[in-house]
Structures are given as structure tokens and as C-alpha cells.
């Protein structure tokens, strides 16, 4: 009985590590096309242009590797395919504010509600200052943002979108 529930918990813990997190983000580079990488730092393998829509399962030191073989091109209803390792840096890729971008939000310190408030805030496409400029980092229901107004930290997952197209509704 003790080697089944041993085996029953070893089994669980696989399968918890296996689930990934993933988050949608969109290429938002001016020095387009943008490149994307076998490893952070490494070899170019491809190019991405403005706006186009890619799942981002984890961070590493700035670097987020791209999930999947596919992507949308914000362009038209393209899907491309690619093979192997891919890394884009942080710094080319964003979330919007979720629905139109009349969005009340609370930046904080760390990914907690008792997270210290760095800042509060409206977002919408009059307040420039409270857009988002690129993604940091993410886990399962925070997001690390970083703003035009130079305030960088958490805010609740549910609040951005990872489409450039739609408000995600």
C-alpha cells in the first residue's frame, strides 16, 4: 500500500511540474524586424515583425522562450512554423490593458495582493504614462509590467491582453 501511494504522489508531482504557464504577448519593436533566438543570447534562427502574437512560457534572465511552432501574424490570419529552441528578450514584447483600456490597476512590489503598492492607476489611451511598454516577467496569475512612466512592477494577470488586435473582452 505505501510503494501505491508513493507512486501516486511521484505521479502527481510530475504532473504538476509538467503543466506549463504560458502568456500571450505581441512583438512591439521599432528596430523591426525583430529577431528571435535558439537560446538567450544566442544564434538569430528568425525574425518577427510588429505586432505579432506569440505564447511565452518562461523567463529567463530577460529572455522568454517561445512556445509552440506557430504564431499569428498580426498582418493577416497567417500561421508560420518554426522548429527548435526560440528566445525573444523582454524589451520587444508587450501586453495591453484588458478591455478598452479604461482599466483601474495596482501595481505592487511582488506578485502578491500583499505586495507593497508601487503605484496606482488608470489606464486608458489618453493616459500615456500609464501604458505598458514591455513584459518583464509573468507566473501563473501575475504579470511583472514595465510603464512609460518608469514604474515597474505586478499587476493581476486578468488586467492584460495579449492580443494587439482585439481588447480581449
Excluded at 61 to 88: A, H, L, M, P, V
Excluded at 134 to 147: A, E, G, M
Aim: proline letters at 2%; aromatic letters at 10%; a positive charge.
Amino acid at each position: 500500500m505505501k510503494k501505491i501511494l508513493l507512486l501516486a504522489a511521484f505521479a502527481m508531482m510530475a504532473m504538476a511540474m509538467s503543466a506549463q504557464v504560458m502568456l500571450d504577448v505581441y512583438v512591439s519593436d521599432d528596430t523591426q524586424p525583430t529577431n528571435y533566438r535558439n537560446a538567450p543570447k544566442g544564434d538569430i534562427v528568425g525574425q518577427l515583425e510588429n505586432g505579432d502574437m506569440i505564447s511565452v512560457d518562461r523567463c529567463v534572465n530577460g529572455w522568454f522562450r517561445i512556445t509552440g511552432s506557430e504564431y499569428y501574424n498580426g498582418e493577416g490570419d497567417y500561421t508560420y512554423r518554426y522548429k527548435g529552441e526560440k528566445w525573444i528578450h523582454c524589451s520587444v514584447v508587450t501586453v495591453s490593458w484588458m478591455q478598452d483600456g479604461s482599466v483601474n490597476f495596482t501595481l505592487r512590489a511582488t506578485p502578491s495582493k500583499k505586495g507593497k503598492v508601487v503605484h496606482r492607476g488608470y489606464a486608458n489611451k489618453w493616459l500615456d504614462g500609464n501604458n505598458i511598454t514591455h513584459v518583464l516577467d509573468f507566473n501563473k496569475n501575475w504579470v511583472k509590467l514595465s510603464l512609460k512612466n518608469g514604474k515597474t512592477g505586478w499587476v493581476e494577470r486578468n488586467l492584460v491582453c495579449g492580443n494587439s488586435l482585439t481588447v480581449c473582452m
